[in-house]
């Protein structure tokens, strides 16, 4: 071909090339400019369907006016031969450019966040890439990256018979080693399914894996051992294999990952969006944005400290506090194991049943970021073997242990699990559960019964964090460290007052006085500022504004980890509290979507979105919260409260607000008068009308404003409640 001229086009040198054609520099005679010439593979241009098809899609691929991404000039046809021209870029294809060790990180966060730019662009138009790897990404001389061979992409989905079609073109090395398309294609591709743009985002997350390390995630020795990894395996965290990343890169990465498209980033644009929140410096760590200093709040705080904080309090019981008694050993979290579940038939051929059990746990437990799971790969040993919990931990290097069974008879299941803390050997829970094989498919059987174990032992509710609860109480004010403060929070969440949000606050202020670095102290510490405005609870306006300190904070922690679920929900309370709804929503849905299955989230969430009058959103989130709480706290109720009162169902409105159970909280009685109030039966509100004015601390024409203001209520909702306590009798409500 060199030296050939093909229409005005005249070829030069060649430029590479591989299953899907040769390229070639070449110079355009009419417009005396280089072009890169790609000429169509014979089996590619011997099918006229084909090559309408490819016609039409380059028609909307040369629309991709975006600078990362390599321009298509023509598609053309001369002497026979099918070829399209393109933008001549010159640089070095990423794969050249990769060390062994992985890029340096600034470069690496240089490439990756043009990536995202030029597939967000590219999808926008409904094109899909579907052969996103290193040898299709080039960097310039001058460092711009330049993504190739959209030429060659799909619009709209690829189907089943285009993703069969590139499988079987996958480029092998002579002793069959994986070099290109296979390691980098995600699992619905290899499955033969129909792809969207969420199969580009796994690719471009193997990607982003290698530029990390040097290594590919799933790099087996055979065609068929990189696909089973492909499909099965989950690999080692980035900064496992090297040390000097951040650390917020493991979750993004790992969530470009997921073997289950719902579960990666919605789109190109988030992922860029998580890639920027991870914000480095120069030496290749994590930088923050400044967080204000604590003004005169801190330096006391640290010269005095409090002489009486409240140590996980009952009644008025407080302990002191020495902050230099809170160590910073803010990695510390729930640990847990699952052990290989046991076939409990004895019959080989049910072996599927227990070992798909097993990695569903361990993959649905993995997506709860207050655990630390312990890898499949780990425990294997523990197949079929008797063993004691507390050996396991302690090899393991965890503190609980998961343990199973499972039976098959004929069309019945049964699941049997236990709990165990491997400290002292207890079991802290257990559960059998009996299915019918015949009301369901295997696959839907086992994501029941998971979605039933993980409702028992994960989440905020689950028997595995009020564990965790429990012992942090007994711990002495001496032992105390950061993850230590982070459970104060989930202790208040439990019951809200006065005491446990001033115990949780101050510990955590001296938490991140000492370190900007931990997420969940800096996302927790903004929302109990929140709280703060929120309830007028241990308020200290002459310091500081409690919103403006919460609404850094929470910033703050989604920026040093974009894919947190509790940065992104303590900033959506921020935000509702500030009024900025259309943001808050925003965060809502991103915290909701990062784990579907946390119960506090999704109840938080739809809660604040029902009281703004949005229950056809919220009141889904929350029911869904209750069916995934073994014991789910009263004030799930509030959302049922506020749907049943807006819809004139005052009966029903009152007995939720009769289950709720806060002491000193002001609504409760607002709740249980206003609901009497509409319902014309005054003498009953009566009682609560008085518990009211005792718990109102001011003037009650002011309760409207501060129930939209403070309360994130939508004015909708304070009007109807101002409404039903005139009719109760309360005076002084102007207009009502």
């Known amino acids: 071909m060199i030296g050939r001229t093909l229409s005005h086009f005249k070829i030069i040198a060649k430029i590479g090339g591989g299953g899907m054609g040769e390229v070639y520099r070449a110079e355009d005679t009419n417009l005396k400019r280089e072009v890169a010439l790609k000429v169509l593979p014979s089996e590619l241009a011997g099918s006229q369907e084909r090559l309408e098809r490819f016609q039409r899609e380059a028609e909307t691929l040369a629309a991709l006016d975006h600078p990362n991404i390599v321009t298509i000039y023509s598609v053309e046809q001369a002497e026979g031969v099918h070829f399209l021209t393109m933008q001549l870029v010159e640089g070095k294809p990423l794969s050249e450019l990769i060390p062994a060790d992985g890029l340096p990180i600034e470069q690496?966060?240089?490439?990756?966040?043009?990536?995202?730019?030029?597939?967000?662009?590219?999808?926008?138009?409904?094109?899909?890439?579907?052969?996103?790897?290193?040898g299709n990404i080039m960097v310039t001389n001058d460092g711009r990256v330049k993504v190739l061979d959209f030429g060659l992409a799909k619009t709209g989905q690829l189907t089943a018979d285009d993703a069969h079609t590139q499988l079987a073109t996958a480029p092998l090395t002579e002793e069959g080693r994986i070099i290109g398309t296979l390691a980098y294609m995600s699992p619905e591709q290899l499955a033969g399914k129909d792809l969207a743009a969420s199969s580009d985002i796994f690719s471009l997350g193997v990607v982003l894996y290698e530029m990390a390390t040097g290594k590919r995630p799933f790099d087996g020795d055979t065609p068929i051992s990189t696909i089973s990894a492909i499909l099965h395996e989950i690999p080692s965290s980035v900064s496992s294999l090297r040390k000097s990343l951040p650390r917020p890169l493991d979750s993004v990465i790992s969530r470009c990952l997921e073997k289950d498209p719902q579960q990666r980033f919605r789109n190109a644009d988030d992922l860029g969006m998580a890639l920027r929140g991870v914000e480095i410096t120069p030496a290749g760590g994590v930088s923050l944005r400044p967080v204000s200093q604590f003004a005169i709040g801190v330096l006391v705080l640290l010269a005095v400290i409090i002489a009486t904080i409240a140590f996980w309090p009952s009644g008025n019981e407080k302990v002191a506090l020495n902050p230099t008694e809170v160590t910073n050993e803010h990695s510390r979290r729930p640990s847990i194991a699952v052990l290989p579940f046991s076939n409990a038939s004895g019959d080989p051929e049910q072996e599927y049943l227990s070992n798909g059990l097993t990695e569903e746990l361990i993959t649905q437990l993995s997506k709860y970021q207050d655990l630390l799971v312990v890898a499949r790969t780990s425990t294997l040993e523990y197949k079929d073997q008797a063993v004691d919990v507390r050996t396991v931990g302690e090899s393991l290097g965890i503190r609980y242990v998961l343990q199973g069974s499972v039976q098959k008879a004929g069309n019945k299941i049964r699941l049997t699990a236990q709990l165990s803390d491997a400290d002292d050997g207890r079991q802290i829970w257990g559960e059998s559960y009996d299915r019918d094989l015949t009301a369901s498919d295997f696959f839907s059987l086992q994501d029941e019964l998971?979605?039933?174990?993980?409702?028992?032992?994960?989440?905020?509710?689950?028997?595995?964090?009020?564990?965790?609860?429990?012992?942090?109480?007994?711990?002495?004010?001496?032992?105390?460290?950061?993850?230590?403060?982070?459970?104060?929070?989930?202790?208040?969440?439990?019951?809200?007052?006065?005491?446990?949000?001033?115990?949780?606050?101050?510990?955590?202020?001296?938490?991140?006085?000492?370190s900007t670095d931990y997420v969940d102290a800096l996302a927790w510490l903004a929302y109990l500022y929140g709280e703060e405005y929120h309830h007028r609870w241990n308020a200290r306006p002459d310091e500081y504004d409690a919103l403006d300190r919460a609404l850094q904070l929470g910033e703050a922690a989604v920026q040093l980890d974009a894919v947190s679920q509790v940065a992104h929900g303590c900033l959506a309370l921020t935000l509702f509290m500030r009024g900025d709804y259309d943001r808050a929503t925003v965060e809502a849905q991103r915290a909701v979507d990062l784990n579907p299955r946390n119960a506090l989230w999704l109840g938080l969430m739809g809660l604040y979105l029902s009281q703004l009058g949005d229950s056809e959103r919220g009141l889904p989130m929350v029911r869904d919260a209750t069916l995934l709480s073994p014991h789910p706290p009263t004030w799930f109720r509030m959302a049922f409260f506020y749907d049943h009162y807006l819809a004139g169902r005052y009966n029903e409105a009152l007995a939720d607000a009769r289950l709720l159970d806060w002491d000193g909280d002001f609504r409760i009685p607002l709740f249980v008068a206003a609901s009497y109030g509409q319902l014309g039966r005054v003498d009953e509100a009566a009682p609560a009308l008085a518990e009211f004015r005792g718990l109102w601390p001011m003037p009650v024409e002011e309760l409207r404003t501060e129930l939209i203001e403070r309360h994130a209520f939508a004015p909708e909702l304070a009007d109807r409640l101002m409404e039903g306590l005139t009719n109760a009798g309360m005076e002084g409500l102007r207009g009502f």
């Not at 007994?474 to 001033?502: F, N, W």
């Open 108 to 134: 690496l966060f240089e490439i990756a966040r043009p990536l995202t730019e030029a597939l967000a662009a590219a999808h926008a138009r409904g094109v899909i890439h579907r052969d996103l790897k290193p």
């Open 450 to 514: 998971t979605g039933e174990v993980l409702s028992a032992i994960a989440g905020s509710y689950g028997a595995l964090f009020q564990a965790e609860l429990a012992a942090a109480r007994r711990k002495p004010p001496e032992s105390l460290d950061a993850y230590d403060c982070v459970l104060r929070v989930y202790d208040y969440l439990q019951i809200h007052s006065g005491e446990k949000h001033l115990a949780a606050r101050d510990c955590l202020e001296l938490v991140v006085d000492e």
